[in-house]
């Protein structure tokens, strides 16, 4: 059975860090890659970043770029995304899931199976 388990949300002020883990098992983690999504109340699930494990190549949403970093340990079958300067707008449930149909965007369709999601939340 394939399972990936989310961890590392929480409270946090504006201006601070999180780093979230994505724990990946029943796969052979290089050959997949891994996405990070996000949903807030009331707006639709949005991809964050997608790193490709075999390769290490990594794609970011606009509104990540140069605050989020994706990364990955092999060892551990595990992807990271470390998150710093957060603003309450990055206030949402984060998922990681496997992609299993390749496609150059970030679709959500196109991702299976799903982790439970962690919760961030950024106060002002």
């Known amino acids: 059975e394939v399972q990936l388990v989310e961890s590392g949300g929480g409270l946090v002020q504006a201006g601070g860090s999180l780093r979230l883990s994505c724990v990946v098992s029943?796969?052979?983690?290089?050959?997949?890659?891994i996405g990070w999504f996000r949903q807030a109340p009331g707006k639709e699930r949005e991809g964050v970043s997608c790193?490709?494990?075999?390769?290490?190549?990594?794609y970011y949403a606009d509104f990540a770029k140069g605050r989020f970093t994706i990364s990955n340990d092999k060892a551990k079958n595990t992807v990271y995304l470390q998150m710093n300067s957060l603003k309450p707008e990055d206030t949402a449930v984060y998922y990681c899931?496997?992609?299993?149909?390749?496609?150059?965007?970030?679709?959500?369709?196109?991702?299976?199976?799903w982790g439970q999601g962690t919760q961030v939340t950024v106060s002002s």
């Open positions: 899931a496997v992609q299993s149909r390749l496609n150059p965007e970030m679709n959500e369709a196109d991702f299976s199976p």
């Open positions: 029943g796969l052979n983690f290089n050959d997949h890659a």
């Open positions: 790193i490709l494990n075999s390769e290490g190549s990594t």
